[in-house]
């Protein structure tokens, strides 16, 4: 994706995917900097499959470098979005769980295996 990126910067699926990518490895701050920049793009309305998607990854980027103020900023946008979707779930448990609050993670994991 590095390669992609270097050809063609402005390459949202290369960047989401190395972002990803990033989260796997545990490198949250290069996942952050992916991420930032297709949120900061949903955010002046463009479109695209993989934006809808970056507010939930770039709170769990967030989240796992102490950032829970934007991490919960993030999921708060991408509930306004779709409301109903799964990774509404998932994002909040993670958060919870990250920040040592495992009853509300519990309960967030709850919800998402009720649906």
Request: charged share 15%; glycine share 8%.
């Given at each position: 994706?590095?390669?992609v990126?270097?050809?063609?910067?402005a390459n949202a699926t290369a960047r989401y995917l190395r972002g990803r990518a990033y989260i796997a490895l545990d490198r949250f701050e290069d996942a952050f900097a992916d991420f930032d920049p297709l949120v900061q793009l949903?955010?002046?309305?463009i479109a695209y499959?993989?934006?809808q998607y970056a507010y939930w990854e770039r709170a769990i980027a967030a989240a796992q470098i102490g950032d829970f103020d934007l991490a919960r900023l993030d999921v708060t946008a991408a509930l306004t979005m779709e409301p109903g979707h799964v990774n509404n779930?998932?994002?909040?448990?993670t958060i919870?769980?990250?920040e040592g609050d495992d009853a509300t993670a519990a309960n967030e994991f709850l919800a998402l295996i009720s649906l």
């Open positions: 994706m590095s390669d990126l270097a050809q063609d910067a949903a955010q002046i309305g499959p993989s934006l779930f998932i994002a909040r448990g919870a769980a990250l």
